[in-house]
C-alpha cells in the first residue's frame, strides 16, 4: 500500500493520511467492524502482494472533507472503503471489483451500517471510472465553490450490485472547499 502514495498519489507518506498504512493491524484488524483484505499472487511472482481493500467505521473527517459530508456521513454509521489498490500490472483483472464486493458483503453482514462511502484521487488511472460503475458521486470537489482538494467522493449502494455507472445525482451534497 505504501508504494501506491509514492506511485499513484505522487504525495509521499502523510502520517495523518497515511497511518493506517503503517500499522494495518492497529486500523483494520483490532475491531470486529474493520476488515482488510489481501489479494496475493500465485504462480509466478509468488506470495507477492498485488492488490488490497479495506474498510472500517470511520466516516469522513471534516477538515480536510467538506462538513456536509462528515454529517452526511457518520462515524458507527458509516462503512468506510479504503485502500483500494491494485497494482498497476495486475489491474484490468476484476481484482479491485471482487474485493469491493466481499467488502461490501462484510459491510451488510455487519449490520450496523447504514451507507457505504469513499473518496478518491481521480488522478489515479482508472479510479473514477471505476468508482462510478459502482456507484454514485456525491461530491466532486473540482467543482466545488472555493476550489477543495482534487478529490471525488462516492457512496456505494450497501449491497451493491454493479452496472453500468450511476444515472441520476439526486443524492449531491452541497459541496464547499474546506478550510478550518
Known sequence: ???????????????????????PERAYLRSARHTLLV???????????????ALDARGPAHPPN????????PSGRTAQLRRVYVRPEHRRRGLARRLVGRLLDFAAADGGY?????HTDPAVPGAEA??????????????????????????VPLRAVPHGGANGNDNHVACAASRS
Do not use: K
Not at 462510478?132 to 471525488?152: F, K, N, Y
Open 130 to 155: 471505476f468508482w462510478r460503475s459502482l456507484g454514485e458521486v456525491v461530491c466532486d470537489e473540482r467543482t466545488a465553490p472555493g476550489g477543495g482538494q482534487s478529490v471525488v467522493h462516492f457512496e
Open 114 to 118: 447504514r451507507a457505504v462511502y469513499l
Open 66 to 73: 467538506p462538513r456536509a459530508l462528515a454529517e452526511r456521513y
Open 39 to 53: 489479494a496475493v499472487a500465485v504462480g509466478e511472482g509468488d506470495g507477492q502482494v498485488v492488490a488490497t481493500g
Open 1 to 23: 500500500m505504501l508504494d501506491t502514495v509514492y506511485r499513484d498519489f505522487g504525495t509521499g507518506y502523510v502520517p495523518r493520511w497515511h497511518g493506517d498504512i503503517v500499522d
